[in-house]
């Protein structure tokens, strides 16, 4: 089984939502990614947990809230998101860090 | 500072023909290549891998080359088939310097004609 699984699918929200993307994978990886990927660019790292810590966070902004509650749980929590936030935020995951990863479908968010 | 690079934003083969997918690195502290597929709207799939002691690695179809040297790896489809028709990314990262960062190219679409 290699399969990485996302919620929801597609999510719509407001400027001053909160929101949550689920990731869950049973593979028994101990490391977990989010990615953000807009058209035609490549993947691009939010965040990395391994054995369930915060161990690289691009910098990201605030507004995006990363969340390992077990091994095979991944969220990240959404707050007064921006409309250039809009993207595919893709979950992955892999046996131990720089390894290869597994995707998930990802979450299309478009942020209105 | 583009580290992975992938300088053909297409390509196009006919099916049966090979394809080969080209990919060049700067940082020479990356001891591992991987190749993968993406179809719109779905998550990348991950296809085929190689560290930097090997200079190929086979898997069916799929054949990845790595020149250490001349800092370039290449993927291989034979025989390339309409259903490979989606957008390669090329990836690397750097295990021995305890790297957790896969960095990607920019990606190559490739278009398989029937």
């Known amino acids: 089984d290699t399969e990485v699984t996302q919620t929801p699918k597609h999510l719509v929200m407001g400027m001053t939502n909160k929101k949550s993307l689920k990731c869950e994978q049973h593979m028994g990886h101990r490391a977990m990614y989010w990615y953000k990927q807009k058209a035609k660019k490549p993947p691009e790292l939010m965040f990395v947990y391994s054995y369930e810590k915060l161990s690289i966070n691009e910098s990201v902004p605030s507004r995006f809230s990363p969340e390992c509650p077990n091994s095979s749980l991944l969220n990240l929590h959404l707050h007064a998101l921006q409309p250039e936030d809009s993207a595919l935020y893709l979950c992955a995951s892999s046996q131990w860090q720089g390894y290869e990863q597994y995707f998930g479908p990802g979450t299309r968010l478009t942020v209105t | 500072d583009q580290q992975v690079k992938q300088n053909s934003p297409s390509l196009s083969v006919q099916e049966g023909r090979i394809s080969i997918l080209n990919c060049d690195y700067t940082n020479s502290m990356f001891d591992y290549f991987l190749w993968y597929k993406k179809y719109p709207a779905e998550g990348p799939t991950f296809l085929i891998s190689?560290?930097?002691?090997?200079d190929k690695n086979e898997d069916g179809r799929f054949t990845v080359f790595l020149n250490k040297s001349a800092k370039h790896l290449s993927l291989h489809i034979v025989p390339s088939q309409p259903g490979d028709s989606a957008v390669y990314f090329c990836a690397a990262s750097a295990l021995q310097g305890g790297s957790e960062k896969l960095v990607f190219g920019k990606g190559t679409k490739l278009t398989v004609n029937p």
């Open positions: 190689i560290s930097s002691i090997k």
